[in-house]
């Protein structure tokens, strides 16, 4: 069975820290790169991060030096370190498959606000 939980989302001030959290089911995880992506309110969904199996990562501009992306292939776990959070990276959250080709299945996502 498909399935993906994110968790770890929150209220947060500027300049805060969070590490969110994607349990994927092994068929999705099994050496496949994942990829964190999130949507913003009115916006289309973006990809944040991504990372390989073998534990390669690429970080979306917006959000270099200051995102990191990881993996634990025994937990099917991956995760992503948000610090010096701004108000920009309110949205939902979610991981997944990337690339997300004919992905039909997404998990819930986690929501992620930054404000004062």
């Known amino acids: 069975q498909v399935q993906l939980v994110e968790s770890g989302g929150g209220l947060v001030q500027p300049g805060g820290s969070l590490r969110l959290s994607c349990a994927a089911s092994?068929?999705?995880?099994?050496?496949?790169?994942m990829g964190w992506y999130r949507r913003a309110p009115g916006k289309q969904r973006e990809l944040v991060a991504r990372?390989?199996?073998?534990?390669?990562?690429n970080i979306a501009d917006s959000v270099k030096g200051r995102f990191t992306i990881s993996r634990d292939n025994a937990k099917n776990t991956v995760y992503l370190q948000m610090n010096s959070l701004k108000p920009e990276d309110t949205a939902v959250y979610y991981c997944?498959?990337?690339?997300?080709?004919?992905?039909?299945?997404w998990g819930r996502g986690t929501l992620v606000t930054v404000s004062s």
């Open positions: 997944n498959v990337w690339p997300p080709v004919g992905v039909v299945y």
């Open positions: 990372i390989t199996s073998d534990g390669s990562t």
């Open positions: 092994g068929s999705i995880f099994s050496n496949n790169a």
